[in-house]
């Protein structure tokens, strides 16, 4: 089966413009994750949803940063007011459920912002 | 100081060395834990999850250690394709689901 699925796989922006980044769980999968993996920061948490209780956002590093998942599914993360230093991998994972379940990740959508 | 600490390395080691990495963990509360392998410009995937009694997959052997808050992965016979970067990877009872990342840990196997 295909496993988590993200686009676009690369985004140039210029300072201040908004992105969207979207991802396509593993189906069935009720728990979806976004991750971001910078230079000199490793793999940081960013937000969670779990079926249809309210989102942890306590990842998210500023008000600029958003994401929905509608209709239990698809998930996406914008980025308003782009800075460069929002440069990064940004990973989509899913799982089963929260909690100790394996997350299986995207390969990942590489924004930079000049 | 970081929740999940790891040598960054890079290890650099000859094929069929030995290799062993470490891992310690800041937070008491955390329940799971795994180790997840990321090659260059690609994404994480799940390697080997560690149990407190200890588990082996192959040349792959992890360990735990709650009362020290450690764990260890060791790599036996490495092999070139052993190249990539390790990261240790804990889940918090009290975090819900997140997983915390340690910065990993580059292995380079060498002919």
């Known amino acids: 089966g295909a496993g988590v699925s993200q686009s676009p796989s690369n985004k140039v922006t210029e300072k201040g413009k908004d992105v969207e980044l979207r991802c396509d769980p593993i189906?069935?999968?009720?728990?979806l994750y976004w991750y971001r993996q910078s230079l000199g920061q490793g793999l940081e948490f960013l937000i969670y949803?779990?079926?249809?209780?309210?989102?942890?956002k306590s990842g998210l590093p500023s008000d600029r940063f958003s994401a929905e998942r509608t209709g239990g599914s698809v998930s996406t993360l914008t980025i308003q007011r782009t800075q460069q230093e929002d440069s990064a991998v940004y990973l989509c994972?899913?799982?089963?459920?929260?909690?100790?379940?394996?997350?299986?990740f995207g390969p990942g959508t590489r924004l930079l912002v000049l | 100081r970081k929740e999940v600490e790891q040598d960054p390395g890079p290890f650099n080691v000859p094929e069929g060395a030995t290799v062993a990495f470490n891992c310690t963990y800041s937070?008491?509360?955390?329940?799971?834990f795994f180790w997840y392998r990321q090659d260059c410009r690609k994404e994480p995937k799940l390697l080997m999850s560690?149990?407190?009694s200890g588990n082996e997959d192959g040349r792959f052997t992890a360990q735990l250690n709650r009362a020290s808050q450690y764990i260890s992965l060791l790599i036996r016979d490495s092999k070139l394709s052993d190249s990539a970067t390790y990261l240790c990877v804990v889940i918090a009872n009290n975090q819900g689901g997140k997983l915390i990342f340690g910065q990993g840990t580059e292995l380079s196997v060498k002919p």
């Open positions: 937070n008491s509360a955390s329940q799971s």
């Open positions: 189906s069935g999968h009720t728990a």
């Open positions: 560690v149990y407190s």
């Open positions: 949803f779990q079926g249809n209780s309210a989102p942890d």
């Open positions: 994972a899913s799982s089963f459920a929260r909690g100790q379940e394996t997350q299986y």
